[in-house]
Nanobody
Framework: QMKLVQSGGGLVQSGGSLTLSCVASGGIFSLHTMSWYRQSAGKARELVATISSGDYTNYENSVKGRFLIARDNAKQTTTLQMKNLRPEDTAVYYC??????????????WGQGTQVTVSS
């Protein structure tokens, strides 16, 4: 069964750093775009960063220069390095991946979410 499993996150002081990881497994033929989203209390989920299968990256404006998305195709993993964190970065972070299975079916899969809390 296919799944995305996240790790990392937690509580950090303003200006600190955290790294989130997301590992995909289960019947995957090809991983396409991988992304990180976040959702803070009372707000809609927003796209934070994406990385294509060709390693093209894109970032939400407020995280540019502070966050770095990467992927390891051999390990079917994406990471989000977060530096100079701010209280407004506090949210539940979700990874997502666009996947083609060996059956040729396609799906956007989601991780379970992980809390990031930045104290001032």
């Amino acid at each position: 069964q296919m799944k995305l499993v996240q790790s990392g996150g937690g509580l950090v002081q303003s200006g600190g750093s955290l790294t989130l990881s997301c590992v995909a497994s289960g019947g995957i033929f090809s991983l396409h775009t991988m992304s990180w989203y976040r959702q803070s209390a009372g707000k809609a989920r927003e796209l934070v960063a994406t990385i294509s299968s060709g390693d093209y990256t894109n970032y939400e404006n407020s995280v540019k220069g502070r966050f770095l998305i990467a992927r390891d195709n051999a390990k079917q993993t994406t990471t989000l390095q977060m530096k100079n964190l701010r209280p407004e970065d506090t949210a539940v972070y979700y990874c997502s991946a666009d996947i083609t299975f060996s059956s040729n079916a396609q799906q956007r899969a989601w991780g379970q979410g992980t809390q990031v809390t930045v104290s001032s």
